[in-house]
């Protein structure tokens, strides 16, 4: 008889501080209770507006190219069609074969761009990644996978929900490698200005790191078309390489589920994330490619769309009218509510209401014992708009009646 031996597996340590992801935690919160009333999700930023029609036309139409390989940085039509809504959008001309890769939704290129382009080291030292806190969570899963230390910047009520990098010391900012920033922030809704942008490209520039802008949020705005970084990028003459920036049709078109997005930004960052995506990425399948060109082409949808969300920005206000700390959102389609206690407000509107958020904490960390996001909940303004203001007046109720 051959002995059998047990093998124990080791564990890599590099994510091991890593806690457990925002929406598994919320349901360890909730879901041992039960709801009081009808269920309503507000916690996830999953769009329910209607896409165009005519998506679905295109895919069909297409259907035999699922048969190929698709290309694996973008079929030449849709960058084309990304190039042309840059260049509407920011002014900003950019090479389809050399400064834009389509990517498989933004999440994908947040985090391969990390592995692609930061460095071992950092003058000799542990590169350091810039991180908003509270952030995406992709941001920090990208740091430790490169070995980066990561540093949570507070973006809070006090510096207008955005990262304050310049006030950082010295020593952390020569470690940098990599700058992360979302405008329009999630969750707070808030848009990096001109200045800001200005400013942080300065930094960049002066401490010799990159910025990767996650601008998925820009299309969906009450007044002003938030301003991008490449934009600014552009305008001041910055080394090609400082800025690259995300986005994608999830939030835009309404498609999460078409997993379209791009990277644009310098020649040499792209050919780094390219020659990755060879050995290491999903194409988008061409059927969904041809879609994707379409929609990037169309602004009609995209208004339409966007004046849906003025629509409920303006009911949020009313109903928040009075409430102590309230604060409207410029874009995005999520509210920051500042409460006592995330978690327990969180639970509190479950049982009571039926009503789900999720508390603020989960997509922040502690940072010398104190978390910016402990103090509030997100709300995600995506359900028909008869269903959001219901669930807003019966959460405004519950929690600041």
């Known amino acids: 008889m051959i002995p059998m031996f047990e093998a124990k597996m080791i564990a890599p340590e590099r994510f091991s501080n890593l806690p457990e992801y925002a929406f598994p935690r919320l349901r360890n919160l909730l879901d041992a209770h039960a709801p009081g009333g009808d269920v309503l999700h507000m916690s996830i930023g999953e769009p329910q507006h209607d896409f165009p029609e005519w998506v679905g036309d295109v895919i069909a139409e297409n259907a035999h190219e699922f048969r190929k390989y698709p290309p694996n940085d973008g079929s030449p039509e849709l960058l084309n069609a990304i190039a042309g809504w840059i ?100 969750p707070q809704g808030a848009v990096a200005s001109r200045s800001y942008w200005a400013e942080l490209i300065s930094l960049a520039e002066k401490h010799d790191f990159q910025i990767f802008a996650d601008e998925c949020y820009s299309e969906i705005y009450r007044k002003t078309p938030p301003t991008g970084a490449l934009q600014v990028a552009s305008e001041l003459g910055a080394d090609p390489e400082r800025v690259l920036i ?60 966007r004046a849906l969300y003025q629509a409920k920005f303006a009911v949020a206000d009313k109903i928040f009218k009075g409430v102590k700390n309230y604060f409207a959102p410029e874009a995005g389609f999520f509210l920051w509510l500042q409460v006592d206690d995330g978690e327990e407000a969180a639970l509190k509107l479950w049982k009571e209401t039926g009503v789900r958020v999720l508390p603020g904490a989960y997509l922040s960390r502690t940072v010398n014992n104190y978390n910016p996001g402990q103090g509030y909940i997100r709300v995600a303004m995506v359900a028909p708009i008869q269903k959001m203001q219901h669930g807003l007046t019966q959460l405004r109720d519950c929690l600041y009646g």
């Open 246 to 305: 995300f986005h994608s049709l999830s939030k835009r078109s309404n498609l999460p589920g078409l997993r379209s997005g791009f990277v644009a930004g310098g020649p040499e960052s792209i050919r780094l994330i390219k020659q990755l995506r060879a050995y290491a990425g999903a194409p988008l399948p061409l059927p969904l490619q041809r879609a994707a060109e379409k929609l990037w082409a169309d602004e009609e949808h995209v208004a339409e769309n």
């Open 87 to 186: 260049s509407r959008r920011y002014g900003v001309s950019v090479a389809l074969d050399r400064q834009i890769m389509a990517l498989n939704g933004t999440r994908e290129g947040l985090y391969n761009a990390a592995m692609a382009l930061c460095p071992e080291t950092k003058g000799g030292k542990q590169p350091v990644f810039l991180i908003p806190n509270p952030f995406y969570q992709v941001y920090a899963v990208a740091a430790l996978s490169v070995g980066a230390e990561p540093v949570f910047v507070p973006a809070i009520a006090e510096n207008g929900y955005l990262p304050d990098y310049a006030g950082l010391p010295e020593d952390v900012l020569e470690r940098t490698a990599i700058a992360y920033i979302c405008s329009p922030a999630n």
